[in-house]
């Protein structure tokens, strides 16, 4: 690894990284994601012992089984398609236009509570929180 790249990276108040980001080649990758598959091995363990997030070596994992961190498969999928830039079919007025009538013809979301004492509770829309606790509450109690 790049001991200068090392130097550079600092941390914040908070300890969250700052600095150029390390880069892995794709035997590093697969190499690391080799040591989760042994029996018995930990993702965070392993992550740990590289100074990585876990999460970066599940998406690791993902590329593997995908066969994506093949040396010739980077080369193998990177191809070049023709494009044509044209103009746009539907003004940008238009589109706010249809979407505000697609949202006018949408179904209301709604809730139904049904209590054990027989009551039940059946909202429309957006309501607080708060506001169906109290009237819950209310309608416990009677």
Known sequence: ???SAEQSVTTDALGRRSGPRRQHT???????VQETHVRG????VVARRHDLNPNQV???RRLYRQGLL???AAQADARLLPVKVSTPT???????ARAKA???LAVVPSIEIKLANG???????????????RVIELLVRR
């Open 1 to 3: 690894m790049d001991t």
């Open 26 to 32: 794709l035997e590093e990758k697969r190499q690391i």
């Open 41 to 44: 091995a930990s993702v965070a």
């Open 58 to 60: 599940f998406a690791w």
């Open 70 to 72: 093949k040396a010739d």
């Open 90 to 96: 539907v003004l940008p007025s238009e589109r706010a």
């Open 102 to 104: 697609s949202r006018a």
């Open 119 to 133: 009551h039940s509770l059946i909202v429309h829309g957006d309501v607080e929180l708060q506001q169906i606790a």
